[in-house]
């Protein structure tokens, strides 16, 4: 398959994809980089100049900033924990046979299609509103006092939001993780004598590390993201109690109009996601090689 | 016609040599078997001679015109590939046309053609069905009806057989052979099954290392194998190699006989042994035999002859079939 | 494996695997059922779950006020758009990686990945001012341009999954047989990987249909998306649950059926390959 005249057209085929992929990661990296070391704001025209690091050194030391890395923490390790664990459990129930599976299944997966911005506000308002809510009338119903959701517990409550769009894209991909399982194996390991338990932690879990791996790994990348939820819901706040990097940064650039400080965080954003990165890419590059 | 000569060919992947120069004369309507051990580079010879892969130096000349740097479509041969890269979105009438379509011929031509190769194949009955309906020995027979209905000037088959059970691949010997006959069309064939080769070929290439070996008639090489690498890939079992003393004393490094030239006896013979495994097939019975001095011996015997693990035996290799070789494996 | 399944563990687990489907679709079919109530019974306490008065006047409210088919119109073209091209520029590209790999193929392969895991705030303010000084501000043209460029390092992957899995000796063959590059692509490799192709297109209209990053930063009342129009319900001026419901309804039903169909594919679309 590997002649000259074939390698030729593999090059030209390739580089419309690629040259323009290229720009597009390197153009506005370099100027937001640039940014980042100016004193550039949008409402005061005509003041740019070069600060060196004075915008790293006041978005890094800005006491906001330490609030939005803990509730990005707070707000991806949440979800993780959440749609991990439930997404192994759903794996496990839709493994199992029974009547109507495959429509089961078509629920289950059913939010990961719904747009952000429609699951927060319906969660918001039908779910969550204190007065005419669900939530609220179930609790009343059982005689309890009605939770304000974003007023008492708002990062739980945008956790809880992102966990459920979340929940099925973990549940899909271990289960399918779970199917690929060999049934000879959990036979041979039945006929060794192994319980249902033994049979769940020194197989089943096993088998399905590398697909958990992949999961909390991507799921990393776009948590760290998150956005359009906590727009619609509160706003950052109360306060900034639900203000992650990603809204930090927004606000700064789009709310405040300033773009050297907003440059400077969204540098810090890059090197936090390619911490993550590098192990997603290594072990799907792994991947590759088989 | 389809007379293929290779000049000095040679094949490198980047500073790795696969193939140093090899030269080799294919004349018209030959059976050519390009056997060896995997990794040996018959199938990239094959591939090179196809167009589906740069030659790194020397030249390809079929019917006399320099094809080194032709296209494959252009070079008038037609493959038979291993995995028989049949189109799975045609039918296998739509699989045997597609060449002619190619080629641009009109309807009616192309509709008699693929009938007779259909006819020959004994795929008349199949022609609507897809390649994925099909057993893995009819879809060989749509892969070879999609080669023959161009008239190639060579047939190239890439280890047509190793995709099919035994019993299979013993008719499909019989069905390609056939063909030959009927067609008389030079085919190269590659095959890792020195069984292949031996019945199919009118002339043998052994590769080894991206080396040939030696070039001949399956008889020839039976009889007279060149160095101690035919001698072991040829026949089947195995030709027994006797190093050491023994080999030594008839003035050679190896020595070599076939399992079929040693008898046996339970009363008399020059190497006394063993007797290890037996194997019965019936027609013959092969046994393992660990010789005093010598080592190893297989002996081929008629199918009637008893021996129990653990028996003492005789052995007399025949002295006028055995092989010398000397420190380089070459035959003395 | 076959191995009897008793009746009463099957029973059982229909009825906790029924339970939990509900109530992972609750939110989604609760949202359905109130776009068919008035703005009364939708925020009525205790709730109405089925028997109410239906009504379809939310689907019209939310037509005739809100220019409604224009951000539909807008998610349409911005996906669908976005989509086409991002395929024209990644099934060469696919192509080329699949059939005709080199040493560096690998390395372009991540790399490209490599783009998509840069967030997105990092170069919001850039491409903010681009945008604004290049009248891209609020324009369809705009969030076709970037959402291709998302999207693309997806659909190379998916293509080059999916292109990996045809033999590279049927393409062999067809150039043994005669075909031309056109003929080979046109008449071998299309044919056999429009499945792949298919399913590659639906899923990137499906997330390019919910992106809502630069949809919410880069658009305003004329390019907006319906992931847009739906965020302008956020405002506290009353509770209008029922046109909201109705809008949401409208906004995810086709996207949901489509990602119905595409299941076994976002799998691998979304891990780039990792698991199948």
């Known amino acids: 398959m590997a002649t000259l005249q074939t390698r030729a057209t593999a090059r030209i085929m390739m580089s419309p994809a690629v040259i323009l992929l290229f720009l597009w990661m390197i153009v506005p990296l370099v100027m937001t980089l640039y940014f980042s070391f100016l004193r550039y704001n949008l409402l005061m025209p005509g003041t740019e100049e070069f600060v060196g690091f004075l915008n790293y050194q006041y978005f890094l030391t800005d006491p906001a900033f330490f609030t939005a890395l803990k509730n990005t923490l707070v707000l991806v390790g949440g979800t993780l924990l959440i749609t991990v664990i439930g997404g192994i459990l759903l794996a496990l129930v839709l493994d199992q046979p029974f009547f109507g599976q495959g429509i089961v299944r078509l629920l289950v997966i059913a939010p990961f299609f719904v747009m952000p911005t429609v699951s927060a506000l319906v969660w918001k308002n039908m779910l969550m509103h204190p007065v005419n809510g669900l939530f609220a009338w179930i609790a009343r119903s059982f005689g309890f006092q009605p939770i304000d959701w974003f007023a008492e517990v708002p990062m739980f409550s945008i956790i809880l939001i992102v966990a459920w769009q979340w929940l099925p894209f973990a549940t899909l991909i271990l289960l399918t993780a779970l199917q690929s399982l060999d049934g000879e194996q959990i036979e041979a390991a039945e006929m060794d004598g192994a319980g249902a338990f033994s049979r769940f932690f020194y197989l089943v879990l096993p088998h399905m590390s590398r697909a958990i791996t992949v999961v909390i790994l991507i799921q990393t990348i776009f948590l760290l993201s998150v956005f359009a939820e906590i727009l619609v819901t509160t706003n950052g706040g109360p306060g900034i109690q639900t203000t992650n990097i990603t809204y930090l940064i927004y606000a700064q650039a789009l709310l405040q109009f300033d773009v050297g400080g907003a440059s400077a965080g969204g540098i810090v954003a890059v090197i936090l996601a390619n911490i993550v990165a590098f192990f997603l890419i290594r072990l799907i590059g792994k991947n590759l090689e088989r | 016609m389809g007379s293929i000569t290779l000049q000095k060919v040679s094949k490198s992947f980047g500073t790795t040599s696969v193939i140093p120069e090899i030269d080799l004369e294919i004349n018209d309507g030959e059976f050519v078997v390009f056997v060896g051990p995997s990794g040996c580079g018959k199938s990239t010879l094959l591939r090179m001679i196809a167009g589906l892969e740069d030659l790194s130096g020397g030249r390809i000349i079929i019917d006399g015109k320099d094809m080194s740097n032709e296209a494959p479509a252009k070079r008038g041969l037609s493959m038979v590939f291993q995995s028989y890269a049949l189109y799975p979105h045609m039918s296998v009438y739509g699989n045997i046309a597609f060449p002619l379509k190619m080629d641009g011929q009109d309807k009616t031509a192309i509709d008699k053609k693929v009938k007779d190769a259909a006819h020959i194949l004994n795929l008349t009955n199949y022609l609507d069905r897809r390649p994925g309906q099909l057993s893995g020995g009819q879809r060989q027979r749509v892969a070879i009806g999609r080669a023959i209905v161009r008239q190639p000037k060579a047939f190239l088959f890439d280890e047509p057989l190793s995709n099919l059970d035994a019993a299979l691949r013993g008719n499909m010997r019989l069905e390609i052979s056939d063909l030959h006959h009927q067609l008389a069309t030079t085919m190269i064939y590659v095959t890792h099954d020195q069984v292949e080769a031996m019945t199919m070929a009118d002339k043998i290439v052994v590769l080894n290392a991206g080396r040939i070996e030696q070039v001949g008639s399956p008889l020839e090489l039976y009889r007279n194998p060149r160095n101690v690498f035919v001698a072991g890939f040829i026949g089947s079992p195995r030709m027994n190699l006797i190093e050491g003393q023994e080999a030594a004393r008839q003035n050679a490094v190896t020595l070599g006989v076939r399992p079929e030239h040693v008898r046996i006896s339970k009363t008399e013979g020059v190497w006394k042994g063993i007797v290890g495994v037996t194997e019965h097939l019936g027609s013959d019975t092969f046994i393992h035999v660990q010789a005093d001095g010598v080592g190893k011996v297989t002996v081929r015997t008629d199918g009637d002859f008893a021996a129990e693990h653990g028996q003492p035996v005789f052995l007399t290799p025949e002295s006028a079939r055995l092989h010398r070789f000397d420190a380089d494996g070459q035959a003395i | ?276």
């Open chain 3, 1 to 276: 494996m076959a191995r009897a399944v008793t009746t009463r563990r099957k029973m059982t687990f229909t009825i906790i695997g029924w339970a939990i489907g509900f109530v992972i679709f609750f939110p989604i079919l609760w949202t359905f059922l109130t776009s068919f109530k008035t703005e009364g019974t939708a925020i009525a306490t205790p709730p109405q779950f089925l028997f109410f008065d239906w009504t379809i006047e939310n689907y019209h409210e939310v037509q005739s006020r809100s220019n409604y088919m224009k951000h539909v119109t807008n998610s349409v073209v911005i996906s669908v758009g976005s989509t086409l091209i991002g395929l024209a520029l990644a099934i060469p590209a696919a192509w080329a990686m699949a059939f005709s790999p080199t040493k560096r193929t690998k390395d372009v392969l991540m790399w490209m990945l490599s783009t998509k895991m840069m967030p997105p705030v990092g170069v919001l303010v850039p491409l903010y001012l681009i945008f604004r000084d290049w009248g891209l501000l609020d324009t369809r043209l705009g969030l076709v341009g970037i959402l291709t460029m998302i999207n693309l390092p997806i659909i190379v992957w998916m293509l080059y999954t999916y292109f990996k899995e045809i033999p590279g000796e049927i393409l062999e063959a067809a150039r043994m047989d005669g075909a031309s590059l056109m003929k080979e692509i046109v008449y071998v490799l299309t044919p056999m990987a429009v499945p792949g192709i298919a399913s590659t297109m639906l899923l990137n209209i499906i997330l390019a249909w919910n992106e809502a990053f630069w949809t919410l930063n880069l658009s305003a009342a004329n390019a907006a998306p319906l992931t847009a129009f739906i965020a302008s319900y956020s405002s506290p001026e009353g509770l209008f649950w029922a046109k909201l419901s109705a809008a949401s309804t409208m906004a995810i039903a086709p996207i949901l059926i489509m990602g119905w169909f595409s299941q076994k594919q976002l799998v691998r679309g979304l891990t780039f390959g990792a698991v199948k």
